[in-house]
Nanobody, 120 residues
Framework: VQLQAFGGGLVQAGGSLRLSCLAS????????MGWYRQAPGKQREKVAL???????DYADSMKGRFTISRDNAKKTVDLQMNNLKPEDTAVYYC???????????????WGQGTLVTVSS
């Protein structure tokens, strides 16, 4: 299973970016999908999660600014980020829980990370 993340870049404060993560490989089913981030010198933290039924969960500082969505047919999870702030600068990672076959348990996979830099 491979995850490819796209969409990072440099944006001014108040601007927007959209991150996408595409899953490929041996995938029987995908349950939870999500985005995390890690700023320099800090621990990785949750940004937003979305369950297989569409239920979402956001970190408090992202509520109202970020929107997570998924396309089960395309095996993608997106993160729309609006009103970005300098403190949103971080490497953003996608994570998905995958069952590769009907007989296997779910395992988590991480994408390679995409850098988001917000200038003031």
């Amino acid at each position: 299973v491979q995850l490819q993340a796209f969409g990072g870049g440099l944006v001014q404060a108040g601007g927007s970016l959209r991150l996408s993560c595409l899953a490929s490989g041996n995938i029987f089913s995908i349950s939870d999908m999500g985005w995390y981030r890690q700023a320099p010198g800090k621990q990785r933290e949750k940004v937003a999660l979305i369950g297989s039924g569409g239920l979402t969960d956001y970190a408090d500082s992202m509520k109202g600014r970020f929107t997570i969505s998924r396309d089960n047919a395309k095996k993608t999870v997106d993160l729309q980020m609006n009103n970005l702030k300098p403190e949103d600068t971080a490497v953003y990672y996608c994570k998905i829980h995958v069952r590769r076959t009907m007989l296997e348990s779910s395992r988590k996979y991480w994408g390679q990370g995409t850098l988001v830099t917000v200038s003031s």
